[in-house]
């Protein structure tokens, strides 16, 4: 049996959301509510992170390991091909998941993995700076958030617009991560390693926020491994971490991509504009 926590609301096509490295499913509420109009919403806690059990020390949490649990969760849940949406380190499992078992479709927020060989160094201080600041300076951090300027300046490298993020939802960024148990090893199930092209017959939908500072251009952003026909998308004003940052334009995006309404060039990748929010 499957360990992972997840939540479920709304009615419609299944659609599972998969977090980022040091988050947890409590991240996609700003745009569940929308989603929930339309799709069976499952927003899962990956293995060590919000109410899921860390692996066993002897199993290392890589991607695709992540992938098998979230894929055994399916099978007990009676869900043969979800629509998946991953972001960062969730893309990546979603990638990996959708070369594992059928799925609806593939949309991928600023998906982990794209690169050349191992992680990048400029990732990997990234996150591991994020993670020592959330653990070691947590009071005075969670004092600092609180304010429109504290938010500003502690989430300004994952989040394109910082202020916009109520003190609630950036207290529970800041405690997510520094207490998530399978930060440590999960991160380095990933440095080593990189997505390697899987067979996907999903139609996948890829997009990045025009300020995402972590996963940068030359870096960060190889498209060879990913299939052809894959579109591309902007999410204008959003970082790494997009839902807070615009969830009306977030929503708009993973409904387009599930419901196929985004036109495809067959044999070539194409890009297309970024969906505007209302928020």
Not at 110 to 115: F, V
Not at 118 to 134: E, G, V
Not at 151 to 159: D, E, K, N, Y
């Amino acid at each position: 049996m499957s360990t992972l926590a997840f939540s479920r609301s709304g009615t419609g096509p299944p659609l599972v959301l998969l977090h980022p490295l040091g988050s947890s499913s409590r991240m996609w509420a700003p745009v569940v509510p929308a989603l929930g109009e339309r799709f069976d919403v499952i927003a899962v806690d990956l293995p060590g992170f919000g109410g899921s059990e860390a692996l066993p020390a002897t199993q290392e949490p890589s991607p695709a390991v992540l992938a098998d649990r979230v894929s055994a969760l399916l099978d007990e849940l009676g869900i043969p091909a979800p629509h998946v949406v991953g972001n960062s380190l969730g893309g990546w499992v979603a990638l990996e998941l959708a070369g594992r078992r059928p799925v609806a479709s593939l949309t991928l927020l600023a998906p982990a993995g794209l690169w050349r060989k191992n992680t990048p160094l400029y990732c990997r201080a990234t996150l591991r700076a994020s993670r020592w600041l959330a653990r070691a300076a947590a009071r005075p951090v969670l004092r600092l958030v609180d304010f429109r300027l504290g938010r500003a300046v502690v989430l300004g490298q994952t989040h394109g617009r910082p202020a916009r993020m109520t003190a609630a939802q950036a207290r529970q960024a800041v405690i997510d991560l520094g207490t998530c148990p399978g930060f440590d090893a999960t991160l380095r199930a990933t440095l080593r390693r990189r997505y390697e092209s899987l067979p996907v017959a999903a139609p996948v939908v890829l997009a990045f926020g025009s300020r995402d500072r972590v996963l940068l251009r030359f870096q960060s952003r190889h498209l060879e491994q990913l299939p052809p026909t894959t579109v591309l998308a902007t999410l204008p004003g959003c970082g790494h971490l997009p839902v807070a940052d615009d969830p009306g334009a977030v929503a708009a995006l993973i409904t387009a991509s599930a419901e196929g309404s985004i036109p495809r060039q067959p044999g070539a990748r194409r890009s297309i504009d970024g969906l505007q929010g209302q928020s």
